[in-house]
């Protein structure tokens, strides 16, 4: 029998998926019944699959998102604004192929970090790469490594990312140095990678924000070209769930979880 050759031989090859749903072939009689080019065919299925879905898992720990949020999930009842056609047409990540932007503004508490980690976790899922980063570490990790000399290293892992999320953008105003770096960061994305950027301050007040004129200028041509926008409104939903748990009767079993936006 070449049962034994055969399976060494593709996990050899790395096909492991194809080796393991040979084994099943050959304990099931009911494969038996098709011929070669279905059982092979049914082999290369299972082996795209598995290593899809290790592709997948590997770019979600490489993401480090914020929040293992999924656009199925996210709440559209929520009185805020959101319209399920334009998020699920997000989803798809056309956007995405097109290198182009995405801002998501609003209050603190509206969901914003949420929406943007599902629409990075749907980007995925279509193929790409993407990264999280919080606005005040991003630029802590720039000073950091430009003083020990791996600041084109960083930038030029961060250009490489498919999608690179920026949330809490501009929390504080910024000083020259970090303009500066921001220009960077956006520079090297623009036209060529897409980012999301969220942030509690409406976009009139970006320009500001970013103290230099003429850095800011630039940093707004490049970034909201192109950009799709959200405009979040309404109350916290985190707000909004505590309150709702406060008014439920206790009942003896103590619950967890989380608000989804």
Not at 4 to 21: F, I, N, S, Y
Not at 204 to 225: C, F, Y
Request: net charge neutral; with cysteine; proline share 3%.
């Amino acid at each position: 029998m070449l049962e034994h050759p055969t399976v060494e031989g593709l996990k050899a090859l790395r096909l492991d998926a194809m080796a393991t749903g040979l084994v099943e072939q050959r304990n099931h009689p009911d494969y038996l019944g098709l011929d070669f080019e279905d059982r092979l065919g049914l082999l290369i299925d299972r082996e795209l699959t598995d290593r899809a879905n290790r592709r997948i898992t590997r770019s979600l720990k490489a993401a480090k998102l914020r929040s293992s949020a999924v656009v199925e999930d996210i709440d559209f009842h929520s009185p805020r604004g959101l319209s399920k056609p334009a998020i699920l047409a997000l989803a798809k990540s056309d956007w995405v192929d097109s290198h182009h932007t995405l801002t998501i503004v609003g209050a603190t508490g509206v969901g914003k970090t949420y929406l943007a980690c599902g629409l990075a976790n749907a980007a995925i899922r279509h193929g790409h790469t993407a990264l999280y980063l919080r606005s005040s570490r991003m630029f802590d990790d720039l000073a950091i490594a430009r003083a020990d000399g791996r600041l084109a290293r960083l930038m030029a892992t961060w250009a490489r990312v498919s999608l690179l999320v920026i949330d809490d953008f501009l929390v504080r105003p910024l000083n020259p140095d970090q303009a500066a770096d921001l220009l960077e960061v956006i520079d090297d994305r623009a036209g060529l990678r897409s980012t999301i950027v969220t942030s509690q301050l409406p976009i009139a007040h970006w320009h500001e924000a970013m103290g230099d004129e003429t850095i800011a200028d630039a940093v707004l041509d490049r970034l909201l070209e192109n950009a799709h926008r959200i405009e979040l409104a309404g109350e916290s939903l985190r707000r909004v769930g505590t309150t709702k748990s406060a008014a439920k009767p206790a009942t003896g079993t103590a619950a967890t979880g989380r608000t989804k936006p």
